[in-house]
C-alpha cells in the first residue's frame, strides 16, 4: 500500500514512532510519539489523497 510507504518514511525522516495506524477509504488515523516535537513538519509530507 503506498500510504504505508509514505508513512513509514515520513516516520524514518522525522523520527517518529507509530503506535497505532487505522487507514480507512477517505481518511487516517495514526497514534505517533514525536520525540522531536515536529509533528506538523511531517504531516505536510504525507500526501492528501
Do not use: I
Not at 522525522?14 to 480507512?24: P, S, T
Request: glycine fraction near 6%; charge should be positive.
Amino acid at each position: 500500500m503506498a500510504f504505508l510507504a509514505c508513512l513509514d518514511e515520513a516516520c524514518v525522516k522525522n523520527g517518529w514512532r507509530v503506535h497505532a495506524w487505522c487507514v480507512m477509504r477517505n481518511h487516517y488515523h495514526l497514534a505517533l510519539e514525536t520525540p522531536r516535537g515536529n509533528l506538523v513538519a511531517g504531516m505536510q509530507s504525507l500526501p492528501v489523497r
